[in-house]
C-alpha cells in the first residue's frame, strides 16, 4: 500500500509587517488580480474542476467590470513586500442607483433590509476577499478585517456586508 503524507498548514500569526494599500494604481489592481486568481485556481484545484479557462475568463471579467470604476477601492495586504492578500471594496452611495456585486435582479438589499433604510445610507460591499493559505491565522484575518473596516468608516459607510458560504462565514463571527 502507498501511503500519503498529509501535509499540515503551517499558518502564520505574525503581523508585525503585515501592510496594506488602498490606492487604485495599475500596479496594485494587476497585484489584486494575480491573487484573485491565484486563490479560484486553488479553488478549482481543489475541487477538481477542470475549466481552468471558465475561471480565467471570470475573472478576466470582474476586472473589467468592477476595478477601474470611480465607487470601487483595491485592498491589498502585504507582507515583507509580497501580496499575501487582498480584497475589493464596493462601495454603493446614498441614492445612486448602482448594484453591488451580491446583488442581482431577483435580489435587492434595500428591499430586503427596508428596515435599515439603506436608500438614504452609503454601504460596501466587502468582495473577493482572500488571503494565502499560510497567512489565514485569526491574528491575520483580524488586522485585516479591522484595516477594512477602518477604510469603510473613513469613507462614510454606515454598514459594510459580505456574501460568503456557511463554512466561510463562521469564521467572521
Known amino acids: 500500500m502507498i501511503y500519503r503524507e498529509k501535509r499540515e498548514k503551517k499558518l502564520i500569526h505574525d503581523t508585525s509587517d503585515i501592510t496594506f494599500l488602498h490606492t487604485k494604481s495599475e500596479e496594485n489592481i494587476k497585484l489584486l488580480c494575480q491573487m484573485i486568481e491565484k486563490h479560484y485556481t486553488d479553488f478549482v484545484n481543489n475541487y477538481y474542476i477542470r475549466e481552468h479557462r471558465l475561471i480565467r475568463n471570470y475573472i478576466h471579467l470582474q476586472k473589467e467590470r468592477y476595478l477601474y ?3 470601487v477601492l483595491p ?3 502585504m507582507k515583507s513586500k509580497k501580496c499575501i492578500g487582498g480584497a475589493i471594496m464596493v462601495e454603493h ?3 445612486s442607483n448602482i448594484k453591488l456585486p451580491l446583488e442581482s435582479l431577483n435580489f435587492d438589499i434595500q428591499q430586503e433590509l427596508e428596515n435599515l433604510k439603506l436608500q438614504n445610507k ?3 460591499e466587502l ?3 482572500t488571503l494565502l493559505k499560510n497567512y489565514r491565522s485569526n491574528k491575520i484575518l483580524d488586522k485585516s478585517l479591522q484595516y477594512i473596516i477602518d477604510v469603510a468608516l473613513k469613507h462614510n459607510s454606515k454598514y459594510i456586508f459580505m456574501a460568503a458560504t456557511y463554512k466561510i462565514s463562521r469564521m467572521f463571527r
Open 93 to 95: 452611495n446614498q441614492n
Open 75 to 77: 485592498i491589498l495586504i
Open 69 to 71: 470604476e470611480d465607487y
Open 122 to 124: 452609503k454601504y460596501t
Open 127 to 129: 468582495y473577493r476577499f
